[in-house]
């Protein structure tokens, strides 16, 4: 098989493909078009978030037989077209879910404790103790939207914490020994902190708006480390104003593309809401990170090498 790399990624991925007998070709600069003209060439793909392979690229390639996405979701591929052409789609959410996990958990402590706020001060000479009075886990309720790979890794790192987990996911079954799946009523009625674990589809696009926000009993924290599309900024900034809202650790943004690299650039003028967040002393962001260690990255390329080697192993036994 011949693969052609997109994106830089662990070196044991262009490795591990190697000793596969794949001959594998890298491209990291050229356009999206100049690879169109040259797709027909390949049998896989291996990327990140570099471009959309949309249905007109898809129609390009010809000889594709897998994609492989380094990343815990594949909503930058037309997926309905690519299964029509039987094409194997391989994401890597065991990869970097320990390390999504890990970020949820280290963000709320963060902000329940104040740690940037009290650094920033006696960096300044300002030594405020009760001013820097924090708040605790135990005793609390953490609702996970979403139960997959990354949702459970966080309710794993919350077990000690004496807190209670609940869960929501629209697949039935899902909950464990770290959190008990419950229906979305139950979420709303019980929940003191809320953490995203969902994937991008038209089901979570735009999911946390006001009429939603609205339905929780309680005044809620939010955690989200799965999808900026997933919250309405707007919502939000007025659900931090009022109170319903009492704190946000947001690793994603609404307003991230492909790329978020050139949000700050001299000719993007920032979102007025997003200026009102950086703002905020409620608020706590990361630039999309949260699964981006030393260690998912050799685990993420790991991960994409295990699932191409048994796609082989598959082929071949079909054969």
Not at 27 to 37: A, C, I, M
Not at 78 to 107: Q, T, W, Y
Request: overall charge neutral; glycine content about 8%; charged content about 30%.
């Amino acid at each position: 098989m011949k693969v052609l790399f997109l994106d830089t990624n662990h070196p044991l991925l262009l490795d591990g493909l190697k000793k596969l007998h794949m001959d594998c070709d890298e491209d990291y600069s050229s356009s999206k078009t100049t690879v169109e003209n040259k797709i027909h060439l390949y049998d896989g793909i291996i990327i990140r978030s570099r471009f959309q392979i949309d249905r007109s690229f898809l129609e390009k390639a010809t000889k594709l037989k897998f994609i492989g996405r380094v990343g815990a979701g594949l909503e930058n591929i037309d997926i309905d077209f690519a299964m029509s052409k039987n094409i194997h789609l391989i994401a890597a959410p065991e990869g970097n879910r320990n390390a999504v996990g890990e970020h949820a958990l280290g963000m709320i402590l963060s902000l329940f404790n104040k740690f940037n706020k009290a650094d920033t001060e006696i960096r300044n000479g300002q030594w405020l103790r009760e001013d820097n009075r924090g708040i605790e886990l135990e005793g609390k309720t953490i609702g996970l939207i979403g139960y997959g790979n990354m949702g459970k890794a966080f309710a794993k790192k919350l077990k000690g914490f004496d807190c209670e987990v609940i869960c929501y996911d629209i697949r039935e079954g899902l909950g464990d020994e770290n959190a008990r799946q419950v229906g979305i009523n139950e979420l709303f009625q019980k929940t003191d902190i809320l953490s995203l674990h969902t994937p991008q589809t038209d089901l979570t696009k735009q999911m946390v708006r006001a009429s939603f926000i609205d339905r929780f009993k309680n005044d809620i924290y939010v955690i989200n480390t799965a999808r900026g599309s997933a919250i309405v900024t707007k919502d939000l900034v007025s659900a931090l104003e009022s109170g319903k809202i009492k704190g946000a650790c947001l690793d994603v943004l609404e307003y991230e593309k492909s790329s978020f690299e050139n949000f700050f650039s001299k000719e993007n003028t920032l979102p007025e809401d997003f200026q009102k967040l950086i703002n905020s002393d409620k608020v706590l962001l990361s630039p999309h990170v949260a699964g981006w260690t030393v260690e998912s990255k050799r685990k993420l390329a790991e991960t994409i090498v295990h699932k191409v080697a048994a796609m082989l192993d598959q082929h071949n036994s079909i054969k």
